[in-house]
């Protein structure tokens, strides 16, 4: 099991490119989240998929985000124009039930996005 | 409210010692309460979970201590590590399809030899 993979670890790119951030989930995991990390708002969820379907979106900051999960094994965030404020590390995170009432997650190991 | 308040920031504890954590929330249909621990450069990993049908949940040197009329929750780290240093976040959920999570603000732990 290679866990939760995203790609890129890091990303520098100048303010009004376009970034996409990608996500493969654990195989047979049904859900996939995206959260933002920053050292002033923490960890903040974005968007979530359940079976492909996204679910609640209400986390992403602006129009400028987007976020799609094609098939079950494929997520992509992706902002554009980016900003400077955009820039934080990126966390997918996809889970499973592993019980009656009980989830267990897994993150990625994120993407760290700096932009200039 | 969807809120959960986490305390301290940061912790130093001496190795050996007792590192507490604290997590408060106001949405009493919270019903799963894990606690997740974070290394530099690496992403949230689960150390832990209770659920409100018991009050103390113990898994080696780690506890979560419950209490559900005061609607608060914290970490114990007991005779703690050097190798414990990391960001330790408390989350709630609510039962739903996917559970999603509503992450404290963090606890920046480090633990001296």
């Known amino acids: 099991d290679a866990g939760v993979i995203q790609s890129p670890r890091h990303e520098v790119t100048e303010m009004g490119q376009e970034v996409t951030l990608r996500c493969k989930p654990i195989?047979?995991?049904?859900?996939l989240f995206w959260y933002r990390q920053t050292m002033m708002r923490g960890l903040e969820l974005l968007i979530y998929?359940?079976?492909?379907?996204?679910?609640?979106d209400s986390g992403m900051p602006e129009d400028r985000f987007s976020a799609k999960m094609p098939n079950a094994s494929f997520s992509t965030l992706k902002i554009q124009p980016s900003e400077p404020r955009d820039s934080a590390v990126y966390f997918c995170a996809s889970s499973w039930r592993t019980g009656p009432g009980i989830y267990g997650y897994t993150f990625g190991s994120g993407t760290r996005l700096t932009v200039v | 409210q969807q809120q959960v308040k986490q305390s301290p920031q940061s912790l130093i504890v001496q190795k050996g010692g007792i590192s507490i954590i604290n997590c408060a929330y106001e949405?009493?249909?919270?019903?799963?309460f894990p606690w997740y621990q974070q290394f530099p450069g690496k992403g949230p990993a689960l150390l832990i979970a209770?659920?409100?049908?018991?009050s103390e949940k113990k898994e080696g040197r780690f506890t979560i201590s419950f209490n559900k009329s005061a609607k608060q929750f914290s970490l114990h780290i007991m005779d703690s590590q050097p190798g414990d240093s990391a960001t330790y976040f408390c989350?709630?959920?609510?039962?739903?399809?996917?559970?999603?999570?509503?992450f404290g603000s963090g606890t920046q732990l480090t633990v001296l030899p």
């Open positions: 195989s047979g995991h049904n859900s």
């Open positions: 949405n009493t249909a919270f019903d799963y």
């Open positions: 998929f359940n079976n492909n379907v996204p679910i609640d």
């Open positions: 989350a709630a959920s609510i039962s739903g399809s996917a559970r999603q999570l509503t």
């Open positions: 209770i659920r409100p049908d018991v």
